[in-house]
T-cell receptor, first 116, second 112 residues
Framework: GAVVSQHPSWVICKSGTSVKIECRSL??????MFWYRQFPKQSLMLMAT?????????EQGVEKDKFLINHASLTLSTLTVTSAHPEDSSFYIC????????????FGPGTRLTVL | QQPVQSPQAVILREGEDAVINCSSS?????VHWYRQKHGEAPVFLMI?????EQKGHDKISASFNEKKQQSSLYLTASQLSYSGTYFC?????????????FGQGTTLQVKP
């Protein structure tokens, strides 16, 4: 159990376009989902925390108007990179947490975004 | 706030042991350990809560020293499949916010 999927696995887009990434918890309800960005050979950097039905909480330095997060249901969160630029190219990973004493996070397989 | 991991990199032969450390300058609620292989998502290994509770896989062990705000991951009798980058993620403070701050990672290479 505790499987998280992401779609698409990779995407290549032109500068100025918007890209939507979906994160789904397949076999559990995720009250909280997290979005991370990871540059090559670096650590995972938390971008934002989203709770179902409420606005996402963004980390310092993350532009909320550029990275739109929607957590429409207990199994789906989406990240939209608006007006993407080459510097937004990165590996975007979501994780989902289910209620419980441990609140462990289960990670999706990631989406590699390349902006030309 | 980012925890510091040591060492940065380790090279082992199959069957050898390794210890990876994670140290924080802030009080911790919990420490989570993950292994990531290149181009893949992190895989959950272990979670340690303050107060002593733990949850993880059978072949993985770890410790959490709340007073020192440190955790160590113990890899024994290493196998080739253990190769990858190990990250500790910390939840700061006195309650479970769920927000993980990851260390910079420790690269482990196991050779035959």
């Amino acid at each position: 159990g505790a499987v998280v999927s992401q779609h698409p696995s990779w995407v290549i887009c032109k500068s100025g376009t918007s890209v939507k990434i979906e994160c789904r918890s397949l076999d559990f309800q995720a009250t909280t989902m997290f979005w991370y960005r990871q540059f090559p050979k670096q650590s995972l950097m938390l971008m934002a925390t989203s709770n179902e039905g409420s606005k996402a909480t963004y980390e310092q330095g993350v532009e909320k108007d550029k990275f739109l997060i929607n957590h429409a249901s207990l199994t789906l969160s989406t990240l939209t990179v608006t007006s993407a630029h080459p510097e937004d190219s990165s590996f975007y990973i979501c994780s989902a947490s289910r209620d419980g004493d441990y609140n462990e996070q289960f990670f999706g397989p990631g989406t590699r975004l390349t902006v030309l | 706030q980012q925890p510091v991991q040591s060492p940065q990199a380790v090279i082992l032969r199959e069957g050898e042991d390794a210890v990876i450390n994670c140290s924080s300058s802030k009080a911790l609620y919990s420490v989570h350990w993950y292994r990531q292989k290149h181009g893949e998502a992190p895989v959950f290994l272990m979670i340690l809560l303050k107060g002593g509770e733990q949850k993880g896989h059978d072949k993985i062990s770890a410790s959490f020293n709340e007073k020192k705000q440190q955790s160590s991951l113990y890899l024994t009798a290493s196998q080739l499949s253990y190769s990858g980058t190990y990250f500790c993620g910390t939840v700061l403070g006195s309650s479970n916010t769920g927000k993980l701050i990851f260390g910079q990672g420790t690269t482990l290479q196991v050779k035959p």
